[in-house]
């Protein structure tokens, strides 16, 4: 062996950046008493019908392999929930995966479109993910900034201005990590009518389906034309509480499916068989709990843009999912040096804007997945800091 292990890695592998939320992660995990709100997932444990349904199915040994792209059973009940609560329509026969996460999802779904140099237009700020992902699969990954004077919204004129000959697909995440933007169904038409004319394919990461606030979620699948060159991502992570599952799945026509199930049979073969039994009654009894739980986010939503507002960080009404992107440029600190300083002087956990991309810089993500008494903490403490700011600008 030569002293210098990175002669044995590839080019790909050093070029991948580690994620930025982790680094901090790391870091507030090393101190005492940080109240975090960097977390991107949910304070509720896993409903118990879902945890008992999955016990029960240890007990009685279901601790084979399913089917590669999962129970029937499971894919049956998940076209059934696209349906009724979308109204997307897709056979469970050949037109649906479950996956392990929906991390893996989209990472299938780059891979089996992607060839070399191709581009993939990433809405940003974004999940952290998706450009690494587009890397990983020989693509690159275009940015296309939005800001909250539009509500953090890509707009088609701004898709239109990024398409060129290389362009092949628009990644959407709507609601949307890190901003919490959600589009319309009338947003989602205009945004439709570009990928009609430039024929581009939408990988849509619905994940945060569930967690819509003002108006009703609208699948982009649903938007009429677009089924046919939509690859729909979904899971069980963030509307269902169930992060440690680790079960996502997607929904699209046929040919894009034959090509995923392709890829997933080699690096993965299936998911886990007891957990997909758990999903099973997820998707068919936990409707009151989900509701429950949507709508104390939705509390602590209208909570955390208040008190931001208040405590002078300006911040939008997210529509969805359970995060908000305050602005911390009064402050006259970068993203990360707001973070680590309010993490030193009053131990908060934010995440800096700038690891979603660079227009998240003068942001920090806050997500308010944590208890009230928790946030209200979490506040008391960011105002104190904001404060003592507020006297060092003034000199
Ligand atoms: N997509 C978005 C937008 C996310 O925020 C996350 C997790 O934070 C994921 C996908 C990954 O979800 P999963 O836990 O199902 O892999």
């Known amino acids: 062996m030569k002293n210098e292990y990175s002669s044995y890695l590839s080019q790909t592998a050093k070029e991948i950046q ?7 992660f790391d870091l507030a995990a090393s101190m005492e008493g940080v109240i975090s709100l960097g977390v991107g997932e949910p304070d509720f444990i896993t409903p118990w019908n879902i945890r008992e349904a999955t016990i029960l199915s240890l007990e009685q040994g279901y601790t084979s392999y399913t089917a590669n792209p999962g129970l029937l059973e499971l894919r049956q009940e998940i076209c059934k929930y696209l349906y009724n609560r979308f109204s997307v329509q ?12 929906a ?3 989209i990472d299938l779904a780059f891979r089996a479109i992607i060839n070399p140099g191709e581009e993939v237009l990433i809405v940003e700020p974004a999940f952290v993910a998706y450009a690494p992902l587009v890397a990983l699969a020989g693509g690159k990954p275009v940015p296309v900034s939005t800001s909250p004077e539009n509500g953090f919204k890509v707009t088609p004129e701004q898709i239109e201005a990024a398409i060129t000959e290389k362009t092949k697909a628009l990644l959407i995440c709507s609601p949307n990590n890190p901003t919490g933007s959600m589009l319309t169904k009338d947003e989602l038409i205009e945004l439709a009518k570009v990928m009609e004319k430039h024929d581009l394919i939408v990988v849509s990461d619905e994940i945060y389906a569930e967690l819509g606030y003002d108006e009703t979620f609208t699948s982009f699948a649903a938007i009429d ?4 060159r939509t690859i729909l991502i979904n899971g069980f992570s963030k509307g269902f509480a169930m992060t440690g599952w680790r079960l996502g799945y997607i929904a699209a026509p046929v040919e894009f499916v034959e090509a995923m199930l392709k890829i997933f049979q080699y690096t993965t073969m299936c998911a886990p068989h007891m957990l997909q039994i758990g999903a099973v009654e997820a998707l068919r009894n ?4 989900v509701e429950e739980m949507r709508k104390s986010y939705q509390r602590r939503r209208n909570y955390m843009v208040q008190t931001l507002n208040e ?8 529509g969805g999912a359970f995060y908000v992107f305050p602005s911390i440029r009064s402050t006259g600190l970068s993203s990360e040096q707001f973070a680590e300083e309010l993490l030193m002087a009053e131990k908060v956990a934010v995440v800096p804007g700038n690891v979603f991309g660079e227009s998240g810089e003068g942001y920090v993500r806050c997500s308010y997945a944590t208890s009230m008494q928790q946030l209200q903490e979490a506040l008391k403490r960011m105002q104190r800091f904001v404060e003592s700011r507020k006297m060092v600008l003034q000199g």
């Not at 580690?18 to 901090?24: D, E, L, Q, V």
């Not at 897709?90 to 392990?100: F, K």
């Not at 936990?286 to 709990?289: G, R, V």
């Not at 405590?311 to 997210?318: A, R, S, V, Y």
């Open 311 to 318: 405590i002078g960080l300006d911040c939008h009404t997210p």
């Open 225 to 228: 034309g677009m089924y046919e």
């Open 18 to 24: 580690p994620s930025g939320i982790r680094k901090f």
């Open 90 to 101: 897709y056979n469970p026969g050949n037109q649906v995966i479950v996956t392990v996460g």
């Open 103 to 105: 991390s893996q999802a």
């Open 286 to 289: 936990t409707y009151h709990e």
